[in-house]
T-cell receptor, first 119, second 112 residues
Framework: GAVVSQHPSWVICKSGTSVKIECRSLDFQATTMFWYRQFPKQSLMLMATSNEGSKATYEQGVEKDKFLINHASLTLSTLTVTSAHPEDSSFYICSARDAARGGGPYEQYFGPGTRLTVT | QKEVEQDPGPLSVPEGAIVSLNCTYS??????FMWYRQYSRKGPELLMYTYSSGNKEDGRFTAQVDKSSKYISLFIRDSQPSDSATYLCAMSRETSGSRLTFGEGTQLTVNP
């Protein structure tokens, strides 16, 4: 149980275009989803937290108009990188949590990640 | 100053060795301490978690938390080539809504 998928696993786009990444919880309801960015040989940096049906909460320094997050259902959250530039190239990882189950922050499950390359 | 510091390695050990991985932190409000394993180009996978101070053992893995020193460790006994991965520590406050703060990760290679 507790499987999270991401799609696509790898995407290449041209500078100035937008790209959408999907994060799905396959066998549980994800009341909260987190989006992280990871540069090569660096740690995961939290970008934003989204709760189903609410606006996302962005971390300091993350441009909310550039990284659009939608969490419209209990099993799907999307991250749209708008007007992508080469410096946005990174590994984007989501995690999902069912807050109704209780437990601690360890009760969140990570997706396999999406590699974005902007040319 | 980063809230969580972790030696990035790389760390290379022979098969069967005991591996010690460590993190230090500065935020005394952290109460949950997690260790994740991440294979190349994959999402992190939870190995162990500890609440507050103390030790926890699970098979070949032992996690230790020393809150007085703001220092956590993960020990891997009888290391195997399949343990080769990046190990990330992560921490969370009681009231942070499950937001995790990660260390930089230590890249481990276990040589057969």
């Amino acid at each position: 149980g507790a499987v999270v998928s991401q799609h696509p696993s790898w995407v290449i786009c041209k500078s100035g275009t937008s790209v959408k990444i999907e994060c799905r919880s396959l066998d549980f309801q994800a009341t909260t989803m987190f989006w992280y960015r990871q540069f090569p040989k660096q740690s995961l940096m939290l970008m934003a937290t989204s709760n189903e049906g609410s606006k996302a909460t962005y971390e300091q320094g993350v441009e909310k108009d550039k990284f659009l997050i939608n969490h419209a259902s209990l099993t799907l959250s999307t991250l749209t990188v708008t007007s992508a530039h080469p410096e946005d190239s990174s590994f984007y990882i989501c995690s999902a949590r069912d807050a109704a189950r209780g437990g601690g922050p360890y009760e969140q499950y990570f997706g396999p990640g999406t590699r974005l390359t902007v040319t | 100053q980063k809230e969580v510091e972790q030696d990035p390695g790389p760390l290379s050990v022979p098969e069967g060795a005991i591996v010690s991985l460590n993190c230090t932190y500065s935020n005394s409000a952290f109460q949950y301490f997690m260790w994740y394993r991440q294979y190349s180009r994959k999402g992190p996978e939870l190995l162990m978690y500890t609440y507050s101070s103390g030790n926890k053992e699970d098979g070949r893995f032992t996690a230790q938390v020393d809150k007085s020193s703001k220092y956590i460790s993960l020990f891997i006994r009888d290391s195997q080539p399949s343990d080769s991965a990046t190990y990330l520590c992560a921490m969370s406050r009681e009231t942070s809504g499950s937001r995790l703060t990660f260390g930089e990760g230590t890249q481990l290679t276990v040589n057969p």
